[in-house]
Antibody, heavy 122, light 108 residues
Framework: QVQLQESGPGLVKPSETLSLTCTVSGGSVSSGSYYWSWIRQPPGKGLEWIGYIYYSGSTNYNPSLKSRVTISVDTSKNQFSLKLSSVTAADTAVYYC??????????????WGQGTLVTVSS | EIVMTQSPATLSVSPGERATLSCRASQSVSSNLAWYQQKPGQAPRLLIYGASTRATGIPARFSGSGSGTEFTLTISSLQSEDFAVYYCQQYNNWPALTFGGGTKVEIK
């Protein structure tokens, strides 16, 4: 069974960089069958896709966040990471890491981490 | 960007009744649409993909329909565990994914 677990600081100061790591167990980030993604959800609001990374290192980001986002992968640790720079209170959210699988021409988000709340405050 | 609009925002339904949730895309997404269920304090769970295919382990009371810009998620007979928030999500514009704002299904 695939499991994803987010880790990182729960409090980040405005203008600083948010950094989170997702550790994958029961599966490999080196597999060419999956896209490893970050999704966030502000308190009481809906879901926003942040971006993904493929095992090869290729990435794609939400245009609204592209200038501030970097997603990387560490295959030796079976982890992938998110960095979001110049954060403001609007970046306060539960951050989820997730796996996207291409299944019969459908890109489905089939596994999610439990989510971690990151608050931006001084 | 493809904008996904869900209605209603809140749906009040009695246990055992049918619930019908709507999702509209700002442009055609063909059948490249998924539905997710989210309970408080939990991550979303995949219910439906390809507009109408149930994910593994999803009960038959959940069904999806539609194509193009209009989609529906139907829960035929609501069980207590079905009260949650439901999101639609398009992947026709892959790799850009967008979600709807959600419909909360609450107990009437």
């Amino acid at each position: 069974q695939v499991q994803l677990q987010e880790s990182g600081p729960g409090l980040v100061k405005p203008s600083e960089t948010l950094s989170l790591t997702c550790t994958v167990s029961g599966g490999s980030v080196s597999s060419g069958s999956y896209y490893w993604s970050w999704i966030r959800q502000p308190p009481g609001k809906g879901l926003e896709w942040i971006g993904y990374i493929y095992y090869s290192g290729s990435t794609n980001y939400n245009p609204s966040l592209k200038s501030r986002v970097t997603i990387s992968v560490d295959t030796s640790k079976n982890q992938f990471s998110l960095k979001l720079s110049s954060v403001t209170a609007a970046d306060t959210a539960v951050y989820y890491c997730a796996r996207i699988t291409l299944h019969n021409w459908n890109y489905v988000i089939d596994y999610w981490g439990q989510g971690t709340l990151v608050t931006v405050s001084s | 960007e493809i904008v996904m609009t869900q209605s209603p925002a809140t749906l009040s339904v009695s246990p055992g009744e049918r619930a019908t949730l709507s999702c509209r895309a700002s442009q055609s997404v063909s059948s490249n649409l998924a539905w997710y269920q989210q309970k408080p304090g939990q991550a979303p769970r995949l219910l439906i993909y390809g507009a109408s295919t149930r994910a593994t382990g999803i009960p038959a009371r959940f069904s999806g329909s539609g194509s193009g810009t209009e989609f529906t998620l139907t829960i035929s007979s609501l069980q207590s565990e079905d009260f949650a928030v439901y999101y639609c999500q398009q992947y026709n514009n892959w790799p850009a994914l967008t979600f709807g704002g959600g419909t909360k299904v609450e107990i009437k």
